[in-house]
């Protein structure tokens, strides 16, 4: 065998049993702190689950901060109602800042809308679907509900929103106020399920 100039056998053999020893040593020594090392990882995953578990999502109310006269009417609609108005077969949306189509002009004079965005869903008939999201002073449900009741319609308020119906020469309508927003909606044919108590929890809660 040829040997490598200046390695010499005597050095080296001791040298290799001397770390194989070293090696052996500190593996004996970790072995024993393994288990808590596994605790201490274990927990570490545990506890960061367990916080982000426990950290709230948070949700904004979209009528918080809402401007009406810059929203589109997508982002006032929740998503399933959205759907079911588009998968309409023939129902068209136009979009407007025009005032509420409510029969109710007095009622329209004293809220004073500051602001309004209106979304018109007509069918191939010509029947429509009118709603009208609409700025008002904060203290226009105690004014709304004077007036409504006054008109004959119904009305009742739930979780801090005012909610008015009735029929009237415009249709069937829905009014409600809380805060400062209004939602008037006109309906003269078809109508889906919930429409108004949809808006209001996507609105309000």
Known sequence: ???????????????????????????????????LVMAWAGGTAGNAATMLAATPTLHAVVADGLD????????????????????????????STAGPTTAMTDLVSALAPTATRTCTWTDSSGQAVVTTFA?????????????????????????????????????????????ALWVATVSSAWYPDDYDQRIAIHLWQ
Do not use: K
């Not at 390695?7 to 020594?29: E, K, Q, T």
């Not at 609609?77 to 129902?91: M, R, S």
């Not at 119904?154 to 008015?164: F, K, P, Q, V």
């Open 1 to 35: 065998m040829a040997r490598v100039p200046g390695r010499d056998n005597r050095i080296a053999i001791p040298a290799i049993v001397l770390s194989l020893a070293i090696v052996g040593a500190l593996v004996w020594f970790a072995v024993p702190a393994m288990p």
């Open 68 to 95: 009406v006269a810059e929203a589109d009417c997508r982002e006032l609609y929740p998503t399933d109602l959205w759907n079911e108005l588009t998968w309409t077969a023939d129902a068209i949306l136009s979009q």
């Open 135 to 179: 700025t008002v002073s904060a203290d226009a449900a105690g004014i709304a509900e004077a007036s409504l009741r006054g008109q004959g319609f119904s009305c009742a308020t739930a979780d801090g929103t005012l909610e008015c119906s009735s029929t009237t020469d415009a249709g069937n309508e829905h009014q409600s106020v809380r805060g």
